[in-house]
């Protein structure tokens, strides 16, 4: 889609919403596959745990179940292979044995230009709330270290916030109450169709990257609302698309 494609694209949605404009004022940004180049590390680490258990899997399942909580991709596997549900406190020791086995594989580096695109953000004073299915503490202590000043400490709402995971709302409807405005006055920004469901659940427009394996068709059927394919891209259109989704033009 070309920039003019994309400020149609919005208008017409706003006017689908009963708005003149959209109005943007916050964006709620996931982080694994969005600030963090992570997925690829998260996946052998699940799949690892998942092979000593005893349980088949394939590597590319775990980009699906992007931003469901670990103790609800634990369950998963458990039902799958053998039909019983993990015990919170079981879940929560498998969990951390993945997050010992995420650490192994190396050292994460960060998504490159999400930084431009998180400077841009500011620079136009969008609020900016991380939203996380994540409880990965050796990444998300690095946050600050990474993106200075982006991410106010009582705008972050991690796995340890939610009763339920991605792709429920909650993980968004507790951004938007961070964020201090309407789900109207969002914009999600997201890498994984399960966290994509969850933004558009909490109503809030949502932009979709593709930053892995995972096809922007994908991303569209779960309802993203627009699709760049890198974040480039996205780093790229972002000053004329925060002029549409503010209304200016
Ligand atoms: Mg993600």
Redesign the pocket.
């Known amino acids: 889609m070309m920039n003019s494609e994309y400020t149609e694209y919005i208008k017409a949605y706003a006017k689908s919403q009963g708005l003149e404009n959209l109005n943007i004022k916050a964006a709620l940004i996931?982080?694994?596959?969005?600030l963090y180049d992570s997925?690829k590390y998260h996946t052998i680490a699940w799949q690892r745990l998942a092979t000593e258990l005893g349980i088949e899997s394939t590597r590319e399942e775990f980009y699906l179940y992007?931003?469901m909580t670990g103790a609800a991709i634990i369950d998963l596997l458990f039902n799958r292979a053998f039909g019983k549900t993990v015990e919170p406190e079981e879940a929560k020791r498998l969990y951390s044995i993945k997050a010992e086995y995420f650490l192994e594989v190396g050292k994460v580096e960060t998504m490159p230009h999400a930084d431009e695109m998180l400077n841009i953000l500011r620079s136009n004073e969008i609020t900016r709330v991380l939203v996380?299915?994540s409880a990965q503490a050796s990444i998300l202590d690095r946050l600050e270290h990474d993106y200075p000043r982006i991410f106010d400490n009582d705008k972050r709402v991690t796995a340890l916030d939610v009763k339920n995971g991605k792709p429920h709302p909650e993980p968004y409807l507790r951004g938007i109450e961070k964020a201090g405005c309407k789900a109207e006055e969002c914009i999600v920004i997201?890498?994984?169709p399960l966290?994509i469901q969850a933004g558009k659940a909490a109503g809030c427009f949502v932009i979709g990257i593709t930053t892995g394996p995972i096809p922007r068709e994908k991303m569209i059927s779960a309802g993203a609302d627009i699709v760049f394919d890198t974040m480039n891209d996205f780093a790229c259109a972002l000053p004329e698309l925060i002029k549409v989704l503010k209304g200016y033009c």
């Open positions: 996931d982080m694994d596959g969005v997925m992007e931003g996380t299915g997201e890498n994984a966290g």
